[in-house]
């Protein structure tokens, strides 16, 4: 039986915790978190054996020890567990930024024993109230050892991650920082502008902001995300962030040039391309950008039509995570836009509402 440590149960170590407590039910799990009330939950829920009042001896019986803390806080408290590591102990985080956390190992003598990790899942939401096991369920996992760690302390990190349900994968940290800056740092970015785009453009009854509940909302989802993580990771990644910031500038000024030429033939290529990349994704089930499983469906606008659905996907046991009507179709008709937890879920669903006559989106 292990003893793993978790400083930081957010989100992220509330996930990681969640699913070492549902996959190594034996393992005791020492937490510590500032929200006392966090603490206290994952105690009640039976996910922390020991609520730890901060850094101490305590943390001396852990063998691996996860740093789930926002990424500035992480160092800090990297200098605070120092002197509790036992030798052979594991010590790693789970940072979206890893040169500089790697460069804080370096400085503080403990490169043999720090291996940095980053699951690649999440949601909008923050908050241990929102961790879930099956985040972790097919998500890749980075992992970056220093190059002191033993090799056989990555193979049972490797081994451990792959136990939890998600997809190990090894890099360095500064291939890791590049492709979280192009695949999750800078869509975020992006996500918020346009958001504040329709918000600058918006008229005075709110238009914009009405329209906006279809298909610009799934879009710009990530922009729900915590704004003061994101001010860390842009201060954190700024090199990387910038020089993708600066090609993407570049590119949606050629996309101009195109607008400006009235070049049909290049303007269909740029979205070809971009479809065809796009469809050659993997098909996994979460990523720094958390996949959602959603589906729609046209709906009359008369009592019960909606009482009739849910009943229906109940009745064959599937759940709805979250539903919502958008009113923003001729005829007074609405869209049911319903989203699964899983993509069985989302599979079923559709069959079964096709089945019974629905129109689906």
Known sequence: ????????????????????????????????????????EAY???????????????????????????????????????PYLREDAILTDVGSVKSTMHRHVRAAGL??????????????????RNSKARFLENAFY???????????????????????????????????????????????????????LVRESDRDDGLLRMLAAGGFKDITRISSSSPVMWEQICLT???????LLDRYVDLLQSFRDLLTERDGDRIRDFFSNARTYRDSFADLSSGPIRRTYI??????????????????????????????????????????????????ALDRARVLLADNGYTLH
Do not use: W
């Open 1 to 40: 039986m292990h003893t793993i440590g978790f400083y930081g149960l957010g989100l992220i170590g509330g996930s990681i915790a969640r699913a070492i407590r549902e996959k190594h039910p034996g393992t005791r799990i020492i937490a510590y978190d500032p929200d006392r009330t966090s603490l206290a």
């Open 44 to 82: 009640h829920d039976g996910v922390a054996d020991l609520a730890a009042d901060g850094a101490g001896p305590v943390f001396t019986e852990c063998d691996i020890i996860f740093l789930c803390a926002p990424v500035e806080r992480n160092e800090e408290n990297l200098k605070l567990l120092a």
């Open 111 to 128: 490169s043999s024993r720090f291996i940095g990790g980053h699951p690649m899942t999440g949601s909008e939401r923050i908050g241990y």
């Open 142 to 196: 980075i992992l970056a050892p220093e190059p002191e760690f033993p090799e056989d302390q990555t193979a049972f990190m490797e081994s451990f991650v792959r136990s939890l349900g998600a997809i190990p994968l090894r890099l360095d940290s500064k291939t890791h920082d590049l492709a979280t800056a192009a695949i999750s740092h800078l869509p975020h970015v992006v996500s918020a502008s346009l958001v504040n």
């Open 237 to 243: 990644n700024t090199g990387n962030i910038l020089e």
């Open 295 to 344: 589906i729609h469906a046209d709906i009359e606008d008369h009592p019960g039509v909606i009482a009739a659905i849910v009943q229906l996907l109940a009745a064959d046991n599937i759940n709805i995570r979250n539903l919502g009507i958008s009113h923003n179709r001729e005829y007074q008709e609405g869209v049911l836009r319903m989203e699964f937890d899983t993509q069985d």
